[in-house]
Nanobody, 128 residues
Framework: QVQLIESGGGLVQAGGSLRLSCAAS????????MGWFRQAPGKEREFVAA????????YYAGSAKGRFTISRDNAKNTAYLQMNSLMPDDSAVYYC?????????????????????WGQGTQVTVAS
């Protein structure tokens, strides 16, 4: 099992920045990739960004590209999502998720179902 705890959410003005953290514990050696998703009120949860745990390959949703940066610190078993130039449409609960290693699976997955472990979420609110 892997446990994930997000932090770093809050209220920020449009144009501002936030850095979200996702601390992993438990069987962290089994993590293949980490992803960030978000869910705004009345909307489905959507993919934001993903990172391959061992090699730092990254992938972004179109809405995040150029503004958000996903990174990880293996020594701290922590993933980060640096969010710049925030807009009111970025307001949502942000979730981190971990994908375990599976034979023949690709590290990159933008589907919720591709992840095995989830954090509890952290609220990000961007005021206009």
């Amino acid at each position: 099992q892997v446990q994930l705890i997000e932090s770093g959410g809050g209220l920020v003005q449009a144009g501002g920045s936030l850095r979200l953290s996702c601390a992993a514990s438990g069987r962290t050696f089994s993590i293949y990739a980490m992803g960030w998703f978000r869910q705004a009120p009345g909307k489905e949860r959507e993919f934001v960004a993903a990172i391959r745990w061992s090699f730092s390959s990254t992938y972004y949703a179109g809405s995040a590209k150029g503004r958000f940066t996903i990174s990880r610190d293996n020594a701290k078993n922590t993933a980060y999502l640096q969010m710049n130039s925030l807009m009111p449409d970025d307001s949502a609960v942000y979730y981190c998720a971990a994908k375990g290693m599976k034979p023949t699976s690709n590290w990159l997955d933008i589907r919720e179902s591709g992840y095995d472990y989830w954090g509890q979420g952290t609220q990000v609110t961007v005021a206009s």
